[in-house]
Every structure is written in structure tokens, then in C-alpha cells.
């Protein structure tokens, strides 16, 4: 057996569902135009958060009764139905992946019109990362036989020699494989970097988590399959951070497979990737690999410091070399939720939340069925719209014509807005700035916010916080306006009618929705706590 060292952080999650409502008191309209029209949120609102909606005030009598009633009673039921279609899209139990490699993760069942009936490495490890946040929290045995079938599977597809090559020679970079692991060799957007960052970010939260959670220690052979401290490496982590070490300079394809270039999503994996190898190189007495990784990742930081930020559109770009498109990108945004860090774009950075601004207010004119307001909506400047990929998006879920909203971009836009809440609630204060003001005048009542520091002291601090959780939950209500009865996600919905498009029962779109619920329930779990202080 083998105990790591507390270098690992642990992992922890909270369920925790109770509702939340928000209000602006208008204040005297006298006030200086230096000052807010806030007023503090009185005991009636704490009441009313604490006693829940009024449902007959928000609740369409058109709403099918198999819907729960209110929004916080369908969150709490959709986020157990998502969980339910993920797990059915994993084998060997899933019962979409009956046949499939044990450990596979099954893109969507759709076999035709589209066809996504394969693994990609990206998704697959980003619906792992799911997986092991709630194997954490619930410490489920069938979620941890998931999760090292899984782990196996990887290593099995990182020694298949595919058309981005072989095991040294550029094969991880592969983006997809068959559900049985034998190679997809048909014309495609290769390589990706993307995906050995993300299983890197997988298994090591996997090992972190086991750390924390089996007092027992961890099996050393077993360890050493994912990281074997030698070089050249036969482990699964190890050969993926080399591979990332030695390739993030490199062009490749975007998550969305279409865009062939060095892309602000692709680094800021990668870079996080460098930055837990290099702790758990140092956990595990690998010294050079630690300061091999170190010195890569110093780079990779600077490089994106530097590169993808635009002054002049007021938004981060996704990509660097891309004339002919914008560069405004949901791929902006999960970037920062997969792995944003303190000091490097994190939700609640000023750059993420002006480009979350700037890509709503986009979508909401670019997609007509964001003319029309769901039955059960928000005030007019807190209701949420469907968000696509990008503005430039033709791929409309079968072939190429318009793009429509996601259901996962749009998970991601509430997804930003509750981490950012719990954020600014830890450190008891927010600042409005130049680069995030649009983005705060969003959620002030006449649409002007005003730059300064704003503490747990002043009265509007809680109020931006309150609006923003009703903003955030709104994009969750779109979602359910667009859900079938049964609860099931497909990838897109159509831009004029809502109607559901392109692959169904995507995983992503499932695991997009249970992740922003999981941080809704944190924060609002800080944010009734500084409510009724």
C-alpha cells in the first residue's frame, strides 16, 4: 500500500436544495448618481427565500403536470433524471452501451442523423470528472467499478495505434474511437490536444479522491499503472502529461473538431493538466518529471496570459489564427469551468464574465426562439436565452445549415454565474470593473452598473448576488422549457421552433446540467447563509 502525501487536495461536494427567490428594492430616486438605486433585501425576502416561490404567480397552467411544480422542484427531479441518462450511456451497464469496452463512455446512442455512437477521449473524460465528483460525495462501489474500467479502457486506447499515430509517435492525440476500442480510420478533425489533459485531469482527481476516502491507502500496482515515476513510461497519466509537455505548442482541432489551431480551451486544460502532474510528480519523488512539467507549464501560462484576450472586442478569443471567425466562443467559458485557477481565468475573472456578457447578448438577438419567453420566466433583464457554440455555428445537429443552442452551452452560462457566486461570497467582496461592467449592468434594475469595489458590508452586494442566482437559474429555466416530459437532453434545439435537434440523449448535455446544479446547490447554500446573517 501507498499513502500520498497531503499535497492532494481533497474533494468534497454538498447536496443541499432549498429555494430561492430575489427582489430589488428601489430606493430613493434622489440619490447621487454616484450611488446604486439598491436598497438591502428586507426580512420579507428573507421569508420569502426561506418559505419558497409563489407558484401560482410563476407557474403556467399549460405546464403538464408530470413537470414538478416550480422550478426549484424540477431542478432537483431533472438533475436525477440527467444523472439517470449519463450512467445509461456508460458500459458495460448502461443500457445504450450493452456490447461496448467496459468503461466506455458513449457519446450519444444515436447510430444515424447524426451518428455520435463512439467514445471521444474529451467527452469521455469530462463525464469521468462527473462521475468521480459524485463517487466523492456518495462513495457509490458501482461508480468506483466505473470509473477503473474506465482508467483500464484508457490505457488500452493509448497503446492502439490509430491515424494520429502510436504510442510515442502522436497517437494520444486521437480524438475518437469504436465502442469495442478498435480505431476510427475515417476522414476527421485530428489530432485533438484536448483529451489526454482532460483524462489527466480525471485520474488524477480520481487519485486525490481515493486519498481522501479509503484510509486504507491506495493499491501501489495499481497506482503505478497511472503513474509510474519512469521515463520512457508505461503509465497512463505520465505518458499523457508527456505527451502534453512536449505538444502544447503545437496546432490541432477545437473541441468542437472544426478549427485547426492553437485555441485558448485546448491550453487551459493543458496547462492545468502540467500544473497537478507537477504536484503529483513531486507527491510520488519523480523530481525531474516535476520540474520537466514545472518549467513547461510556466510557459503555457504566459502564452495564455498573453494571447487570447482582446481589448478591442472585449471578450477573450478562443483561437489565435482564425480570420474568417470572431473568436467569441462557448468554449470560452468551459474552458474556465474545467480548469480555470485563482490567478488564470477563473469564472469569476473579469474576462470571463465580459465574454459571458458579450456571447448572451449575441445569442439573444442571433436565435429567434430567444424572442420568446419561456412560460415560467424571470423579469425581462434577468431571463436567460439559449446559448449555441459560436456565432458563426452552421451545424445545425444533422448537416450544415444554421446553428441552434446547445443544452450544454447553455448549462454552462448558469454554470459560470454559480461559481462566481460562491467565489465573491468566500471573499466577501466583488469588484466592477471596466472589463466586466456590461456584465454587471445586466443584473442592475435601470441597467447602468457603477465600477468600485463592492464589500459584505454594503447593502448592494447582496442584491447583485441575489439577481445573479435568479439570472443563472434562469438559463436552467430555458432548459426546462425545451426538456422533453421524460427529462431527456439532446445536443441542440432548434433556433426558430425549440424543438429538439441533432444527437439525443447527448451525455454532455447531461453531465453540463447535473454540474451546474451541483454548484446552484453550493451556492445557494452560501448565499441563504449571507442572506439571513
Known amino acids: 500500500m501507498v499513502y500520498l502525501r497531503k499535497v492532494l487536495a481533497p474533494v468534497a461536494g454538498v447536496y443541499l436544495y432549498a429555494t430561492l427567490v430575489s427582489s430589488y428594492a428601489i430606493a430613493n430616486p434622489g440619490l447621487s448618481n454616484l450611488q446604486h438605486v439598491f436598497s438591502k433585501p428586507d426580512r420579507g425576502i428573507v421569508d420569502t427565500v426561506l418559505d419558497g416561490f409563489d407558484h401560482t404567480r410563476v407557474l403556467s397552467p399549460s405546464v403538464d403536470d408530470l413537470v414538478p411544480k416550480g422550478l426549484e422542484q424540477w431542478i432537483q427531479q431533472q438533475r436525477k433524471t440527467s444523472w439517470k441518462f449519463l450512467l445509461e450511456n456508460i ?21 444515424e442523423s447524426p451518428n455520435y455512437y463512439y467514445q471521444w477521449v474529451r467527452d469521455a473524460a469530462i463525464t469521468m470528472a462527473d462521475v468521480i465528483e459524485e463517487y466523492a460525495v456518495t462513495g457509490d462501489a458501482q461508480l468506483k467499478e466505473i470509473i477503473e474500467q474506465y482508467a483500464n479502457l484508457q490505457g488500452i486506447l493509448q497503446n492502439t495505434f490509430n491515424p494520429s499515430g502510436g504510442y510515442t509517435t502522436g497517437g494520444l492525440g486521437e480524438p475518437k474511437f469504436h465502442v469495442d476500442g478498435a480505431p476510427f480510420t475515417e476522414h476527421w478533425g485530428r489530432p485533438q490536444r484536448d483529451g489526454p489533459a482532460l483524462r489527466t485531469l480525471a485520474l488524477i482527481k480520481y487519485v486525490r479522491t481515493l486519498n481522501q476516502t479509503e484510509p486504507s491507502g491506495i493499491d501501489k500496482d495499481w497506482l503505478m499503472r497511472l503513474y509510474d515515476s519512469k521515463f520512457p513510461t508505461h503509465s497512463i497519466i505520465k505518458a499523457d502529461l508527456e505527451y502534453i509537455s ?7 482541432f477545437d473541441l468542437w473538431e472544426e478549427v485547426d489551431d492553437l485555441h485558448f480551451y485546448t491550453a487551459m486544460v493543458q496547462h492545468k493538466a502540467l500544473v497537478e502532474g507537477q504536484g503529483l510528480a ?17 510557459k503555457l501560462r504566459r502564452f ?8 478591442k472586442k472585449g471578450h477573450l478569443r478562443a483561437f489565435l489564427n482564425t480570420p474568417y471567425r470572431s473568436g467569441l466562443d462557448s468554449a470560452l467559458l468551459l474552458a474556465s469551468l474545467h480548469a480555470g485557477q485563482n490567478d488564470l481565468f477563473p469564472p469569476w475573472s473579469d474576462e470571463i464574465l465580459a465574454s459571458l456578457a458579450v456571447l448572451v447578448a449575441d445569442n439573444a438577438e442571433r436565435y429567434p426562439i430567444n424572442k420568446r419567453a419561456p412560460p415560467y420566466h424571470a423579469e425581462g433583464r ?16 444533422v448537416g450544415l445549415s444554421e446553428g441552434n443552442p446547445w443544452f450544454l452551452c447553455t ?60 439570472y443563472a437559474d434562469s438559463f436552467l429555466n430555458v432548459i426546462r422549457w425545451h426538456a422533453t416530459r421524460e427529462g431527456r437532453l439532446s445536443e441542440q434545439f432548434n433556433k426558430y421552433s425549440g424543438t429538439q435537434r441533432g444527437a439525443r440523449d447527448l451525455t454532455w448535455s447531461y453531465g453540463s446540467f447535473t454540474s451546474a446544479v451541483d454548484d446552484r446547490v453550493l451556492a445557494k447554500k452560501a448565499l441563504l447563509r449571507a442572506i439571513t446573517v
Not at 304 to 311: A, D, E, H, K, L
Not at 382 to 397: A, F, H, N, Q, S
Open 411 to 470: 448549462s454552462t452560462v448558469s454554470n459560470i454565474m454559480y461559481k462566481t457566486i460562491s467565489q465573491f461570497l468566500k471573499q466577501g467582496f466583488f469588484d466592477i470593473t471596466a472589463t466586466n461592467l456590461a456584465f454587471f449592468s445586466r443584473l442592475h434594475p435601470h441597467g447602468h452598473a457603477v465600477k468600485g469595489r463592492y464589500t459584505s458590508e454594503n447593502p448592494e452586494y447582496q442584491t447583485y448576488l441575489i439577481d445573479m442566482f435568479k
Open 304 to 311: 495564455i496570459q498573453t494571447s487570447f484576450w482582446s481589448q
Open 246 to 252: 512536449n505538444a502544447w505548442n503545437l496546432t490541432g
Open 282 to 298: 513531486i507527491t510520488l519523488d519523480d523530481s525531474a518529471a516535476a520540474h520537466w512539467y514545472e518549467s513547461q507549464q510556466f
Open 91 to 111: 458500459a458495460p451497464n448502461g443500457s445504450n452501451a450493452k456490447g461496448a469496452a467496459p468503461g466506455t463512455v458513449i457519446a450519444s446512442p444515436s447510430r
Open 382 to 397: 434577468l431571463r436567460g436565452v439559449g446559448v449555441g457554440r459560436y456565432p458563426e455555428d452552421r451545424y445545425d445537429g
